[in-house]
């Protein structure tokens, strides 16, 4: 059963600062895995998909990053910005299953 | 605007009621899912449509849940005598055979 954690649970940052948020995953025969961002009381907006064959995937000042033998794949925001600041949660498939398995996300606020 | 959308957008009901939620994908997905979310934990898997075929299923889709796509198309969620426990966001996502998945901005749904 995929099991999928993220730490830490909230990170407060000052404008400008890179920082880098982490997903571990228990199964490794993972297949698809989503970064996604939400806003308080709003749906997932999708940020960057690595797929199988993948080994990290890069937009504007985001880049991720998965490592299947480690079980971890890393999100990386580059001088961030108070519009940064919701939960980013990750999310992995694989195993068969189209269930998407989500880790409880990251809460970021980034202080001006 | 061609994203995933729900109806409606928030549903306050009293217990032991009956509600309906709608999802309408993005026209060319193939596949259709069902999540629930709860404060402050990441989207649950419920199910899940390739076409009009229902193919996956949670044990959280009890059987007061039932799950439906005509033709393919958009989807229905109903849930029948409604609980206080039943009370959760409801997100829908689409995706284009094992590409990423693209959510909606869900239905919150409140059980007095």
């Known amino acids: 059963k995929q099991e999928v954690t993220q730490i830490p649970a909230a990170l407060s940052v000052p404008e400008g600062e890179n920082l880098v948020l982490n997903c571990s995953f228990t199964d490794s025969a993972i297949y698809n895995l989503q970064w996604f961002r939400q806003d308080p009381g709003k749906g997932l907006t999708s940020l960057l998909l690595i797929q199988s064959s993948q080994r990290e995937q890069t937009s504007g000042r985001l880049n991720a990053s998965l490592d299947k033998s480690s079980g971890r794949s890393t999100l990386y925001i580059a001088a961030s910005q108070p519009g940064d600041s919701a939960t980013y949660l990750c999310a992995g498939e694989g195993g068969g299953s189209e269930k998407l398995v989500f880790g409880k996300g990251t809460k970021l606020t980034v202080n001006p | 605007d061609t994203g995933v959308s729900q109806n409606p957008r928030h549903k306050i009901t009293k217990r032991g009621q009956n509600v309906t939620f709608r999802c309408d994908p993005i026209s060319e997905h193939n596949r259709l899912y069902w999540y629930r979310q709860t404060l402050g934990q990441g989207p649950e898997f419920l199910t899940y449509?390739?076409?009009?075929?229902?193919?996956?299923k949670s044990r959280l889709l009890s059987d007061r849940f039932s799950a439906e796509r005509p033709k393919g198309s958009f989807s229905t969620l109903e849930i029948q005598r409604t609980e206080q426990g039943d009370s959760a966001m409801y997100l829908c996502a689409s995706s284009l055979a094992s590409r990423g998945r693209f959510f909606g901005q869900g239905t919150r749904l409140t059980v007095v």
């Open positions: 449509f390739q076409n009009e075929a229902q193919l996956e």
